[in-house]
C-alpha cells in the first residue's frame, strides 16, 4: 500500500465541530484501551464486538466507526503488550473511517466524512500531477487528524500493484551517519547527509531537559523549547530523507538498475545485546527512516529492491575475499593488494551480493577509486562487525 497523505480546509463544516467529533473519539477509543488493558487475554473481534459495541451506539457513534474504535483499539494493546511497554495513552485528535462513513473523490480533490451525525466536507491541497497518480486505485481507509498549529490532515492507504522492471544493473548504497555512498558498478559517488543536524538538535533538547530535570514537565516555555528541537530534528530528517530517496530512485530508474541496500531489521537489536551506549548512539540514527522513503519510492516507480545480509560487508575484500586490516579508516587487503576507504568497501560488498543474488555471479574484478581527504582522517580503527539476523538474498 501506498499512502495519499495531504493538508486539508474545509469547505462544508466548522473546525470547531470537527475537533470536537476528534475529541470525542480520541476518548472513545481511550476508554476501550483502559478496559483492554486490565484484561489477561485480548478478545477477539467479535468478542469485543459484543462487548463495546452497544456502549459506542449510545454515545452516537456510527456502526462501521465502531468497528474502527475496538479494531483500532485492539492493534495498539497487542502491540504494546508484546513489546512490554506501558499503558497507551492517545495524545493526537484523529479518526479512521472506512467507506462507509467517508466519501473520496479524487477528480475534484474532495473527501467526505460522516463522524456520528456530522458531514465535514474537505478540500485537498496537494498538486493535480501527484494526485492523479492515485486516480482509479482502491482506497481502504481514510484517516482525518488536527495537528497542534490546527491544520487538518488527510491519510488515504491505497492498494498498489508493484510490477518491477527486469533489472540491467545495480546500483548499491551504503548508509553512514555523515555520509551516504552510493556504487553503480563503476564509479563510487559519496553524498553529505543532514543527519548530523538532526542528531545536534536532538541532544541539544536532551541537554535543556536535564538542565531544567525538576521543572520541564511544568514550565510551558521550556516544554515547548524542547519540543520545538525535536520536531526540527524530525522535520530534517524527513525532508532530507523523501529528497534523497527521490533522487536516488530516479538515478535507478534512468539507468534501468535495480537498488541493492544492506537489511539492517535486526541492526539495533543485536547491537543492544553487546553494548547498550552503542546501541543508543544508533538509536538516534535514521538510517531506517532512510530506507522506508527509498522502498516506498521504489514501489511507486517499480524500481526492483534487492536486500543482502550485512555482515563483514566493511571486513571484507571484494577482489579477492580475505580478511581486510585498516589503518584509521584506509582498507588494505594482504592477499592481493586492494587498498580503499571504508564506505567504498562496504557499497562494493553490498553490489556484489546483490549481483550474488540475482544472477549467483560474483561480477567482473573491481578497482578501487581514488582515495579522498575522508580516508587519511584521524579516528579508531576498524570496528568488530556487527552481528546481523542471517537471511538469504531477496528480492522485493
Known amino acids: 500500500m501506498l499512502t495519499l497523505k495531504a493538508r486539508g480546509v474545509l469547505v462544508d463544516g466548522s473546525l470547531w465541530e470537527l475537533r470536537e467529533e476528534l475529541y470525542l473519539t480520541r476518548r472513545a477509543i481511550q476508554y476501550v484501551i483502559d478496559a483492554l488493558w486490565e484484561l489477561d487475554k485480548l478478545p477477539s473481534i467479535n468478542q469485543a464486538h459484543q462487548i463495546f459495541y452497544k456502549m459506542l451506539r449510545k454515545q452516537g457513534f456510527r ?11 485492539l492493534g495498539i494493546v497487542r502491540s504494546a503488550k508484546k513489546n512490554k511497554g506501558r499503558k497507551p495513552v492517545l495524545r493526537k485528535l484523529s479518526a479512521r473511517l472506512d467507506k462507509y462513513d467517508a466519501v473520496v473523490d479524487l477528480e475534484n480533490q474532495v473527501v467526505v466524512i460522516k463522524l456520528r451525525n456530522k458531514t465535514f466536507k474537505i478540500k485537498l491541497l496537494h498538486r493535480r500531477n501527484y494526485i492523479r497518480k492515485f486516480m482509479g486505485r482502491k482506497w481502504y481507509e481514510v484517516i482525518i487528524s488536527i495537528d497542534r498549529q490546527g491544520r487538518i490532515w488527510v491519510s488515504i492507504p491505497f492498494r498498489w500493484i508493484y510490477e518491477p522492471y527486469s533489472p540491467k544493473r545495480l546500483i548499491s548504497l551504503d548508509i553512514n551517519l555523515k555520509k551516504v555512498v552510493v556504487y553503480d558498478g563503476r564509479s563510487v559517488k559519496r553524498i553529505d547527509t543532514r543527519f548530523v543536524e538532526a542528531l545536534y538538535l536532538k541532544i541539544h533538547a536532551e541537554r535543556v531537559q536535564k538542565k531544567y530535570s525538576r521543572m520541564w514537565r511544568h514550565n510551558k516555555r521550556i516544554l515547548n523549547r524542547i519540543r520545538g528541537l525535536h520536531r526540527r530534528s ?10 534523497f530517496a527521490k533522487y536516488f530512485v530516479f538515478k535507478a530508474k534512468r539507468t534501468g538498475s535495480a537498488i541493492v541496500l544492506e537489511d539492517l531489521e535486526k541492526l539495533w537489536f543485536n547491537v543492544s545485546q553487546k553494548s547498550s551506549t552503542l546501541a543508543n548512539r544508533l538509536s538516534r540514527f535514521a538510517y531506517c527512516k532512510l530506507q522506508l522513503a527509498i522502498v516506498t519510492k521504489a514501489i511507486e516507480y517499480n524500481i526492483p529492491v534487492i536486500y543482502v545480509d550485512p555482515r563483514g560487508t566493511s571486513t571484507l575484500c571484494p577482489k579477492c575475499g580475505a ?26 560488498n553490498v553490489h556484489l551480493r546483490g549481483l550474488r543474488g540475482m544472477w549467483g555471479s560474483l561480477g567482473s574484478p573491481l ?3 581514488a582515495m ?25
Open 63 to 73: 456502526a462501521h466507526q465502531c468497528k474502527q474504535a475496538y479494531k483500532y483499539a
Open 234 to 243: 524530525r522535520n530534517i530528517v524527513i525532508d532530507w530523507s523523501r529528497k
Open 323 to 348: 580478511k581486510l586490516s585498516y589503518t584509521h579508516r584506509l582498507a588494505i587487503c594482504g592477499n592481493c593488494g586492494f587498498i580503499a576507504d571504508r564506505d567504498t568497501v562496504g557499497t562494493m
Open 367 to 369: 578497482n578501487a577509486p
Open 372 to 396: 579522498n581527504d575522508e580516508t587519511r582522517g584521524s579516528g579508531r580503527t576498524i570496528d568488530e562487525p556487527m552481528t546481523v539476523h542471517i537471511k538469504s538474498y531477496t528480492s522485493i
